[in-house]
């Protein structure tokens, strides 16, 4: 079993979810925020969410409130701007903190298997780590990477 099949984190109704429950599946984890330019990208992330589901993909919401302080409200208002005004329906999580001493497991190791252009840190919101079905970190993307330009990367994982 890889290291992420080993991490959990707590949804966003408070539940502790293994990664493990992910296993076989393709992963997409997101750090994401409420507040932010890179907010629309919920639409997006859905869309494929939607679209490849039945194959095996899955994304993985992280509110983050590290960057500008976009993402101020708690778990209720994090709900309300994912589910309602959004439509999302993928797993989100509890809000998180993804550097410093204080970030979350599963972005500490996400950001030491793929450390990207600023090393071990995560530079903006809506940051994406592409997981293969076997639990390997495959591909980073930056906040500016719009959910549809991500597909390619995504058909491959799933063998498309």
């Known amino acids: 079993m890889t290291t992420f099949y080993q991490l959990t984190a707590t949804s966003l109704s408070g539940q502790l979810i ?27 992330l859905e869309a494929l969410y939607h679209k490849y589901a039945a194959q095996g993909f899955v994304v ?9 302080k976009q993402e101020p409200g708690g778990a209720d ?3 309300q701007t994912c589910y309602i005004n959004y439509g999302v ?6 809000k998180v903190d993804v550097n410093g001493i204080a970030a979350h497991s599963v972005f500490r190791y996400l950001k030491g298997e793929l450390p990207g252009i600023m090393g071990g840190r995560i530079k903006w919101n809506f940051t994406k780590f592409l997981i293969g079905r076997n639990g390997e970190p495959l591909k980073r993307f930056a906040p500016t990477t719009p959910p549809e330009k991500m597909e390619p990367a995504i058909l491959t994982a799933l063998g498309i």
């Open 18 to 44: 293994s990664m493990a429950d992910y296993a076989g599946k393709v992963v997409l984890v997101v750090n994401t925020a409420s507040h932010c330019g890179f907010t629309p990208q919920y639409g997006g």
């Open 60 to 68: 993985l919401g992280f509110p983050c409130n590290q960057f500008g």
């Open 77 to 79: 208002e994090i709900a």
């Open 89 to 94: 329906s993928f797993p989100m999580f509890e």
